[in-house]
Each structure stands twice: as C-alpha cells, then as structure tokens.
C-alpha cells in the first residue's frame, strides 16, 4: 500500500528556514520522480520542486523548481530512509501554504496529508 506522510513544517519568521520530510511506504522514492507541491488559500496547487528518478547507479539526477523558489529550496532524497526533502531557506510570507508530496506509482498518483508552512512575523 502507497503511501506518503509529511512532515516538519511550522510556523517561521520571514528569513528563517524549514526542512520538510515525505516518508514514503509501499515504493521506492529512488525509482520514481517525486513531486513537492504547496497550496495557499485561495490558490491553485503549485508545483514547487522535483526531484528525478534514479534507476541507474552514479547518474546525475535531475531537479528542478518553480522560478520563485529557485536559490532558496532545495529537494533531495534519502534512498535508506526512502524519505524525499524539501530544505527551505530566506523564507517569505508568498512562502505561506500547504505543502504536499507527490508521486506516481502504477499510473496512480498519491499524496500525502499536507504539512502546513506559515511564514510570518
């Protein structure tokens, strides 16, 4: 059974950092793309970072981010703890939302629950 739970987000001031967690279980986070993605009120869900597969061993794998966030976030994976992160610096109230892991498993997507940010002073 898939399934994906974040955690560490909180409430921060603006310039400070969070690092966010999505453990996963019923796959591997090294053979599939993962997927953070945030939410504010009123908005539409964001793709904020992704992270490639890494299904061949000393591969670069590929990231990449949403323009706002590029220099201050960054998504990285721990293949024995099967857990993905998202490492957020110089945070900003535009920061403020739900984040959500993501990923595709058998044609499916799965999210997690959410871990909500607020970024204020």
């Known amino acids: 059974q898939v399934q994906l739970v974040e955690s560490g987000g909180g409430l921060v001031q603006p310039g400070g950092s969070l690092r966010l967690s999505c453990e996963a279980s019923?796959?591997?986070?090294?053979?599939?793309?993962m997927r953070w993605y945030r939410q504010a009120p009123g908005k539409e869900r964001e793709l904020v970072a992704l992270?490639?597969?890494?299904?061949?061993?000393?591969?670069?794998?590929?990231?990449n981010y949403t323009d706002s966030v590029k220099g201050r976030f960054t998504i990285s994976r721990d293949n024995a703890k099967n857990t993905v992160y998202l490492q957020m610096n110089s945070l900003k109230p535009d920061d403020t939302a739900v984040y959500l892991c993501?990923?595709?498993?058998?044609?499916?997507?799965?999210w997690g629950q959410g871990t909500q940010v607020t970024v204020s002073s």
């Open positions: 993501n990923a595709q498993v058998f044609f499916q997507d799965y």
């Open positions: 019923g796959f591997t986070v090294s053979s599939r793309a």
């Open positions: 992270i490639g597969s890494a299904l061949l061993p000393n591969t670069n794998v590929s990231t």
